[in-house]
């Protein structure tokens, strides 16, 4: 326990420094959109190009910092608890956290009048395999002592709670400060934002749907073993959860891809021009 109390200061300290140098460097790199004269200058195609890895270097950070947390606390976490299966769920669930908070923690401007980015059906999704997370967990502890449900069900379903929390988040911060810092860009900043928000609940879709399902095949694998349980309910925990856990990564290759596709469909998307240079 030292030691995951050790490595988690740790690791809040250096996402402090992470947040701390963007800070500094945004304030001492803000944009200026007016030019001499107190006209505004159009937006030229390579400062389109600049703010866009900008703003992909702020995921770039949160996909690193949830790496680094995963790599740092995976093994004392095994060594701790004995099993690979359900620590590598809890682990990941809370380096997603981790990432997202981070995220949600670098400096940004803020946007005057913020609008919503998605519609209220969007978050229908993610709370779904929420409440059947906790059903499942239910479920499991009804349905004998050999599950583990409530001594590793329970951890599971608080770190994808945890995980959606840190979602929320992300999804606030999208909607109150702008991706790209030019104001010029506002356009192109709106839809980068919105596209961003969809990949955001794809990426929370798919993790909440990985964490159930490998919660699923823990405890599946822990009941065939024990031997105490249904064969009914054994069977179903690994296919179901098998199928879940494969839903999920889908999910979550789709959501990267939207990452990794996001500039040529927010330019796609947006009409406002821009001159060559």
Do not use: Y
């Amino acid at each position: 326990m030292t030691k995951l109390i050790a490595l988690a200061a740790l690791l809040a300290a250096l996402a402090w420094g992470v947040t701390a140098t963007a800070s500094w460097i945004s304030k001492r790199k803000a944009p200026r959109a007016i030019g001499a004269g107190g006209t505004q200058r159009p937006v030229t195609n390579a400062e389109v190009d600049r703010a866009m890895l900008t703003a992909q270097l702020r995921t770039a950070a949160g996909v690193a910092f949830a790496l680094l947390m995963f790599t740092s606390l995976f093994r004392v976490s095994v060594g701790l608890s004995g099993q690979a299966g359900l620590t590598a769920v809890l682990t990941a669930s809370l380096s997603a956290s981790g990432g997202l908070l981070l995220f949600s923690a670098l400096p940004a401007r803020k946007l005057d009048a913020p609008t919503p980015l998605l519609a209220k059906r969007s978050m229908i999704a993610p709370a779904a395999i929420l409440l059947a997370f906790a059903a499942f967990i239910t479920a499991g502890g009804l349905a004998g002592p050999a599950l583990l449900a409530w001594q590793n069900g329970a951890p599971a379903l608080l770190t994808a709670l945890a995980m959606a929390g840190s979602a929320v988040l992300v999804l606030q911060r999208l909607k109150a400060t702008a991706s790209l810092s030019d104001p010029r860009m506002a356009s192109l900043d709106s839809q980068w934002r919105r596209l961003s928000a969809r990949d955001l609940t794809t990426f929370t879709s798919g993790a909440l749907l990985a964490s159930l399902g490998g919660t699923a095949l823990a405890v599946g694998w822990d009941a065939s073993g024990a031997g105490t349980a249904s064969p009914i309910w054994t069977t179903a925990c690994l296919a179901g959860g098998a199928a879940l856990a494969a839903a999920g990564v889908v999910l979550l290759v789709l959501s990267a891809r939207g990452a990794l596709t996001l500039r040529t469909r927010a330019k796609a998307n947006t009409h406002a021009p821009a001159t060559a240079g």
